[in-house]
Structures are given as C-alpha cells and as structure tokens.
C-alpha cells in the first residue's frame, strides 16, 4: 500500500508540474493564442490585475464548489494540491523562461506548450488523487451528459474561450488548435499512464505498442 501512495503521489506531483510547464509555455508563445482557460485567466488579469497563476487558482475555487455540488462529493485532497500548485508553477515557469523574440521559438514554445499541457495532464489523472479543478468540471459533463471526454473537454475548452475573448484574452489559431486537440492527446497519455502506474505498482509488463 505505501509503495502504491508513494507512486501515485509521485505521478500527481510529476503531472502537474508538466501541466504548468505546458501552459506557461503556450503563453509565451500567445502570438498564436492560448489555451481557452488561459485566454480567460489573462482577460481576468488584463482587467483586473494579480497574475495568470493566481487567478487559475481563484477560478479553480469557484469550479471546485460547483463540481462538488454537481457530482455531490466533497473535493479529493488531491484536487485542492492541483489548483495550488498548478496556479504556482505557472507564475513560476512564467517568471523563469525568458520571453521568445522570434516567430520560429513563439511557435516551437506553443506546440511543445501543448502537447506537454495535454501529457501533464493525462498523467496526474492517472494518479487517481483527485481530479484538478478544470479536469473534475469535464467529468461531471461527462457524468452528466454521457459523453467522452474527447467531447466533453471540446466543449469545455470552446465555451471558455468565447467568454475569455469577450474579456480581452488572446485568441488565436492556436486557441482553436488546442481546443480540439488536448482532448484526444490526453486521453492517450491517460491510457498509457494508467497502464504505467499499473505495471510500477503490480509489477505487471508493459503492453507491446
């Protein structure tokens, strides 16, 4: 059991760390736009100040209170490390990788964003610690409405980005890119994950890929 909880947490911690890497990364490279929360957390932040990271985690509270009232389940310990931390690592990211001068690194800083946004994410669900705040709002679309969570992650991703827009955020082609393709992407890394984790807890082998 302590060996089970010692790599669950390790996943978790691993996963959020990648998903705020992932994000700071696509909002260094915004020229392209950035992910539909980000496009609301920097509309939040051009209007009303603090930062990007503080306001992820003021938006995160609120989301926490209607996914707990909406799944009716009290929050996982998990959840609430999640919006911390995430919140954190993204002022701390943001503050530590120098901004991109060029279109060529902007670019290579938003696909690399993304794709490690995705990752990150699939992995600290895989933990099974409780889902971050953004990520237990999906599952109760998916609970409720009966869909995947390749859908239920579009939506969620498409509707925020039209409020952030109203709100002065960046939008862009990349916004779209990453609405439609974080979903698909870690639903993959979540498979896969969940099969890792698996095999490090029971000491299964790995399937052939």
Do not use: C
């Amino acid at each position: 059991m302590r060996k089970e909880y010692m790599y669950r947490w390790l996943f978790f911690f691993i996963g959020i760390m990648v998903l705020g890497l992932g994000v700071a990364l696509t909002v260094k490279g915004q020229r392209f736009g950035v992910g539909s929360w980000d496009v609301l957390h920097i509309g939040l932040y051009k209007n009303l100040g603090l930062s990007i990271g503080l306001w992820s985690i003021i938006m995160g509270i609120i989301i926490v209170i209607i996914s707990s009232i909406g799944l009716r389940e009290l929050p996982r310990v998990g959840t609430f490390m999640n919006m911390i931390f995430v919140g954190l690592f993204i002022d701390f990211f943001n503050w530590v990788i120098p901004n991109p001068t060029t279109f060529l690194i902007q670019l290579i800083s938003f696909v690399l964003g993304l794709f490690l946004l995705a990752i990150g994410s699939g992995i600290y669900i895989s933990a099974n610690l409780g889902a971050g705040p953004r990520d237990s709002l999906m599952l109760l679309i998916v609970k409720k409405v009966k869909i995947s969570i390749r859908v239920a992650r579009t939506i969620m991703e498409v509707s925020v980005a039209v409020v952030g827009f109203l709100l002065g955020g960046p939008i862009g082609i990349g916004t779209v890119i990453m609405a439609f393709g974080i979903g698909p992407i870690m639903q993959v890394s979540l498979r896969y994950s969940k099969e890792t984790l698996d095999h490090l807890i029971t000491d299964k082998q790995l399937p052939n890929y």
